[in-house]
């Protein structure tokens, strides 16, 4: 099928810019990556010193949320934010796990009641905009603020808006009984958002699946497109014999607790702790938690760009992902499916998942026997010695996910769905013009 690119104009609004380098904005890039530059533009609060990706972007001023913008200036100024950042990192070092969340959910608190302020709109950027002329404003919503924006600039520019969730925040931001009036408007946001729209797009098939059922429009599930044309290793000799096990992303949402099981797996198993070793690369932000491992299992490396993330899969034999098993991420991760998942899938690796049952990324690795997947240490165990001690049995899950890369996660394939949703909205946004 050939697909047009240059037929529409997106107008992409969300708090953080596509030049970010952080995982969302990396499944960003590949997905835009292909249409002209000229159809682009972004509204973001955030800018990025980056330009990975040379579209207009234009930077919404402070005074947009003056109350947000002035109670930020004042914990910067005061230096408050990075000592409360950096108390919660010292409970977590040192186990004090309820008390480094309940600090988060003060965080939350804060931020959830300064988002729901009046906003005030810029009259250049809302002129910037309706000259940009865009068929459709694509966004993550993920706040009120931004929802806010979004369906306003939907009313200037006289356009529909294609909402696309990465994860299940619907159901699981603002859950706290202190938070009763910012997660009743974010449901009313979301609906405004749906009860204008025709689709939108979501994470995995089992989410588009749910949000369909729920919502009545059409959901369509997209991920990050996976490069299928590189050539991987299948078979890798280590100097020290050992086989490397790699997990690459955050540690955010409490998955170091996750990666600390998986660690102590291999610590209780002599045969394990023998012949395989745990390397962990992530952001500078999450370095400090390796006072947490221990060295002699586990090896923490920093942050490796994008553009030089498949020579770290390239080296790997078995490729680790997870997900936290506390409760409140359970609800948030139900039914996503990390932008590491498809580039894990076309690397030829075989993958280990270690998380909740019932997600989707359990059940994505299992249903398309790209690896195991796991919820128990004991079971854990018994998979990864299996994974180790048998390199054809890697290979065989390496190829399957090589081969699911390339029948669902090509950037032709998710170009496809994305066009698909917004020449649905366009036409719903006309026929109710």
């Not at 972007?57 to 914990?75: A, G, H, Y």
């Not at 603020?145 to 603002?174: P, Q, T």
């Not at 899969?313 to 409760?327: G, K, P, Q, R, V």
Request: hydrophobic share 35%; charged share 25%.
């Amino acid at each position: 099928m050939t697909i047009n690119y240059s037929k529409y104009r997106i107008l992409i609004i969300n708090g953080q810019s596509i030049n970010n380098s952080n995982a969302t904005a990396i499944t960003l890039r590949n997905l835009f990556k292909n249409i002209p530059k000229e159809n682009l533009m972004e509204l973001c609060f955030a800018n990025s010193s980056n330009a990975y990706l040379a579209i207009n972007s234009q930077v919404f001023p402070q005074r947009t949320n003056i109350l947000r913008s002035l109670f930020i200036k004042f914990l910067n100024k005061n230096n408050i934010r990075d000592s409360f950042n950096k108390t919660i990192e010292e409970d977590k070092l040192s186990g004090q796990y309820v008390k480094a969340n309940r600090k988060v959910q003060l965080k939350e608190f804060i931020i959830s009641y300064l988002d729901a302020c009046p906003i005030m709109f810029d009259k250049k950027i809302i002129k910037i905009a309706k000259e940009f002329k865009p068929d459709i404003i694509y966004t993550l919503g993920g706040s009120i603020m931004v929802l806010k924006i979004a369906l306003r600039f939907s009313e200037y520019c006289n356009c529909g808006i294609l909402l696309h969730f990465m994860d299940n925040w619907r159901d699981s931001k603002y859950n706290s009984c202190l938070l009763f009036y910012p997660r009743i408007k974010l449901k009313d946001l979301i609906y405004e958002v749906e009860h204008k729209s025709k689709s939108g797009l979501v994470i995995s098939d089992k989410m588009a699946k749910e949000y369909s059922s729920k919502s009545g429009i059409n959901y369509y599930g997209l991920m990050n497109p996976a490069d299928v044309s590189n050539k991987y290793n299948t078979q890798i000799k280590n100097s020290d014999n050992k086989i490397k096990i790699i997990y690459t992303g955050g540690l955010h949402l409490n998955r170091y607790k996750s990666l600390l099981d998986v660690e102590k797996v291999i610590q209780n198993s002599l045969e394990l702790k023998n012949k395989c070793i745990l390397h962990i690369y992530t952001s500078e932000n999450d370095q400090y938690l390796s006072g947490l491992f221990d060295n002699s299992v586990t090896l923490f490396h920093k942050y490796v760009p994008h553009d030089k993330i498949n020579d770290i899969y390239n080296s790997a034999d078995i490729l680790l992902h997870i997900e936290s098993f506390d409760n409140e991420q359970i609800s948030f991760v139900k039914y996503s499916l990390s932008t590491k998942i498809s580039e894990y899938l076309a690397s030829g690796k075989p993958i280990v998942c270690y998380s909740p049952k019932n997600i989707a990324v359990y059940e994505y690795i299992e249903e398309n026997s790209a690896g195991y997947s796991s919820s128990d240490p004991i079971d854990l165990s018994q998979k990864l010695l299996k994974l180790i001690n048998d390199p054809r049995l890697r290979e065989y899950f390496g190829a399957n996910g090589i081969e699911t890369a390339r029948n669902k996660h090509t950037t032709e394939a998710s170009l496809d769905t994305l066009f698909k949703a917004i020449g649905e909205n366009i036409c719903c946004t006309n026929d109710k013009s």
